[in-house]
């Protein structure tokens, strides 16, 4: 069973473009969604996280909607640079799994 | 910024032997996961740990698979008899308790089984 569904798989966008990754999960007793970042070679690492209590969250050039109703929530990379090029993974939790689910992951490739 | 260390960055082993991964979580958290990742696939739950015992696991964490914190910073997985599909990036984890979920996570340990 794939609880947290994760689109697209690969993604290419130019230098200053917008960089959308979805996610979709199952499980309505999720409480948290964190998005990691992972470059070749390297552990995940987090770049942004929301709780369902709020609609959006902002940091920088990263934002996360968040639609409960739907159970969906995307990334967003606003001005996307080369330096962003990486594997985007999203991920759900709750309190009672203590585990993180993730999902399939989200090469991105930011031409210059 | 405190890390997540994992020791060896890669290891190669023959099928049937027994591997031991190392992982030093973060001092002051108190949560330790293992993760695995198949080359170009999901990360994947193994097993979680608390207060000196296994909290929850997966279905892949089977009778193979066992951890252990033998002193007050090592973290390890150990493999009693790896198959080739045991070939994957081993993540090690770590969070503080409490409402902050922020899991980070070492470079991970390559096991390439032969």
């Known amino acids: 069973q794939q609880q947290v569904k994760q689109s697209p798989q690969s993604l290419i966008v130019q230098k200053g473009g917008i960089s959308i990754i979805n996610c979709a999960y199952e499980n309505t007793a999720f409480d948290y969604f964190p998005w990691y970042q992972q470059f070749p070679g390297k552990g995940p690492a987090l770049l942004i996280a929301i709780r369902p209590d709020v609609s959006e969250k902002k940091e920088g050039r990263f934002t996360i909607s968040f639609n409960k109703s739907a159970k969906q929530f995307s990334l967003h990379i606003m001005d996307s640079q080369p330096g962003d090029s990486a594997t985007y993974f999203c991920a759900a939790s709750n309190r009672g799994a203590n585990n993180l689910f993730f999902g399939t992951g989200t090469r991105l490739t930011v031409i210059p | 910024e405190p890390e997540v260390t994992q020791t060896p960055s890669h290891q190669v082993t023959q099928m049937g032997q027994e591997v031991i991964l190392r992982c030093v979580p973060i001092?002051?958290?108190?949560?330790f996961y293992w993760y695995r990742q198949i080359l170009g696939q999901k990360v994947e739950f193994l097993v979680s740990?608390?207060?000196?015992?296994?909290?929850?696991k997966s279905e892949i964490f089977d009778d193979q698979f066992s951890v252990e914190r033998p002193d007050g910073s090592n973290f390890t997985l150990k493999i009693r008899s790896t198959k080739l599909e045991d070939s994957a990036m081993y993540f090690c984890?770590?969070?503080?308790?409490?409402?902050?979920?922020?899991?980070?996570f070492g470079s991970g340990t390559r096991l390439t089984v032969v």
């Open positions: 001092s002051n958290h108190l949560y």
């Open positions: 740990f608390y207060n000196n015992e296994i909290s929850e």
């Open positions: 984890a770590s969070r503080q308790s409490g409402l902050d979920y922020g899991y980070t």
